[in-house]
């Protein structure tokens, strides 16, 4: 079944200790990317990468890191996590071209 | 950049009901899709719908391109299709990936 993963679910953490959220994608995706959803502030994109080794800042990247050392692998990296991070996170991935992007079961983050 | 505005933004229908979502675009798009987000937070594919119509079992799509909306149909509501209803196209250069999405109408099926 085509799909995108994400680990953990959810995840409660204290500000200032570093955590990972992994995605992966089975569908040999080139285009990946993270979103935020904030009430108010709607799905926002933190950042996207287009292949393995090629990433770049979406609208708000303040905070996070992403590496792509894989193709179906994209994770999103929260060096010293804030509280303004607490949020829903969803990754996303689609083929070349514009298809149809495929979204992850998001994770609900809450920064104390 | 492009604006993506949907109506109506709250609905409440009795199960069983038929009901009609609108997305309104501001500039033209070379692809569109509908996402349901559940109750759970979780993000639903419904369509890709770039132009035309489509059809899934109850839902059904269709995009005018060339006036810049799409509207979603949904017939004999139930109440697990309760949640948020987005459309949302392709922000500005490809490469970015990033998808724009509309404002959301949040829908309540009632039994």
């Known amino acids: 079944e085509a799909q995108v993963t994400q680990n953990p679910r959810y995840l409660i953490t204290v500000t200032g200790k570093k955590l990972t959220v992994t995605c992966s994608q089975n569908?040999?995706?080139?285009?990946m990317s993270w979103y935020r959803q904030d009430p108010g502030l709607g799905l926002r994109q933190i950042y996207y990468s287009m292949n393995v080794e090629v990433t770049d800042k979406g609208d708000v990247p303040e905070g996070y890191k992403v590496s792509r050392k894989e193709k179906r692998n994209f994770p999103l990296i929260l060096e010293s996590p804030s509280p303004n991070q607490t949020s829903l996170y969803f990754c996303a991935s689609r083929g070349t071209g514009a298809g149809t992007q495929y979204f992850g079961p998001g994770t609900r983050l809450l920064v104390l | 950049g492009i604006q993506v505005e949907q109506s109506p933004p709250d609905l409440i229908l009795q199960e069983g009901a038929n009901s009609t979502l609108r997305c309104n675009f501001s500039?033209?798009?070379?692809?569109l899709q509908w996402f349901h987000q559940n109750p759970w937070g979780q993000l639903i594919n419904l369509f890709y719908?770039?132009?035309g119509t489509k059809q899934n079992g109850r839902l059904s799509a269709t995009t005018v391109a060339t006036e810049r909306y799409s509207l979603l149909y949904i017939s004999s509501s139930q109440t697990t299709d309760s949640g948020v209803y987005f459309c949302?196209?392709?922000?500005?250069?490809?490469?970015?990936?990033?998808?724009?999405f509309g404002t959301g109408t949040l829908l309540a099926v009632q039994p």
């Open positions: 719908i770039p132009s």
């Open positions: 500039d033209s798009v070379n692809n």
């Open positions: 569908m040999n995706h080139e285009y």
């Open positions: 949302a196209v392709p922000g500005y250069g490809g490469a970015t990936n990033k998808l724009i």
